[in-house]
T-cell receptor, first 114, second 109 residues
Framework: DVKVTQSSRYLVKRTGEKVFLECVQD?????MFWYRQDPGLGLRLIYFSYDVKMKEKGDIPEGYSVSREKKERFSLILESASTNQTSMYLC?????????????FGSGTQLSVL | GDSVTQMEGPVTLSEEAFLTINCTYT??????LFWYVQYPGEGLQLLLK?????DKGSNKGFEATYRKETTSFHLEKGSVQVSDSAVYFC????????FGTGTSLTVIP
């Protein structure tokens, strides 16, 4: 089975800190995604990547950046964390560029910014 | 733009009750439709999908039919179990995945 692993289940950071969320997938998937999940808002796409060193903005990229130096790893970076970035962050991957492809999700990182 | 609207939760049912979770969509073109499920402490996983009008997706006793005339993709199960307690997300693909807000289901013995 495909495994998408997120490095931390829970994370507590201070306002203004630089935060790195790491995601690794083990099935050679082309596409990787970062979503945030908030009650009443569902999942919102932050960034996605079709290939190494490529990135595309999603619906809510402000305050975030990403890095994909290797195919299996996709990092989400909060340059200067703010309290409104407290959320559950979900990483996902899929096999090819078609948007009909099934998404495989990690278990999520619950980030609290104090 | 493309969007998905699903019924508000939470939903609480007794074991063996019938389940319906409503989902309607707005889309240009001909999207594929999905139901994802999120069990406590886990990420989302695909439950079922349908790629064209009148297709029925099914898995683990759950079913949903792609209705173009009513722009709906309602999730149904004839007899729920305690193990079905989870959050259910309706989704569609346009130029990206669009997810509904999620419906929390609790099944009590």
């Amino acid at each position: 089975d495909v495994k998408v692993t997120q490095s931390s289940r829970y994370l507590v950071k201070r306002t203004g800190e630089k935060v790195f969320l790491e995601c690794v997938q083990d099935m050679d998937h082309e596409n990787m995604f970062w979503y945030r999940q908030d009650p009443g808002l569902g999942l919102r796409l932050i960034y996605f990547s079709y290939d190494v060193k490529m990135k595309e903005k999603g619906d809510i990229p402000e305050g975030y950046s990403v890095s994909r130096e290797k195919k299996e790893r996709f990092s989400l970076i909060l340059e200067s964390a703010s309290t409104n970035q407290t959320s559950m962050y979900l990483c996902a991957s899929s096999f090819n560029k078609g948007w009909d492809e099934k998404l495989f999700f990690g278990s999520g990182t619950q980030l609290s910014v104090l | 733009g493309d969007s998905v609207t699903q019924m508000e939760g939470p939903v609480t049912l007794s074991e063996e009750a019938f389940l319906t979770i409503n989902c309607t969509y707005t889309a240009t073109g001909y999207p594929s439709l999905f139901w994802y499920v999120q069990y406590p402490g886990e990420g989302l996983q695909l439950l079922l999908k349908a790629t064209k009008a009148d297709d029925k997706g099914s898995n683990k006793g759950f079913e949903a039919t792609y209705r173009k005339e009513t722009t709906s993709f309602h999730l149904e199960k004839g007899s729920v179990q305690v193990s079905d307690s989870a959050v259910y997300f309706c989704a569609l693909t346009g130029n990206q995945f669009y997810f509904g807000t999620g419906t929390s289901l609790t099944v009590i013995p």
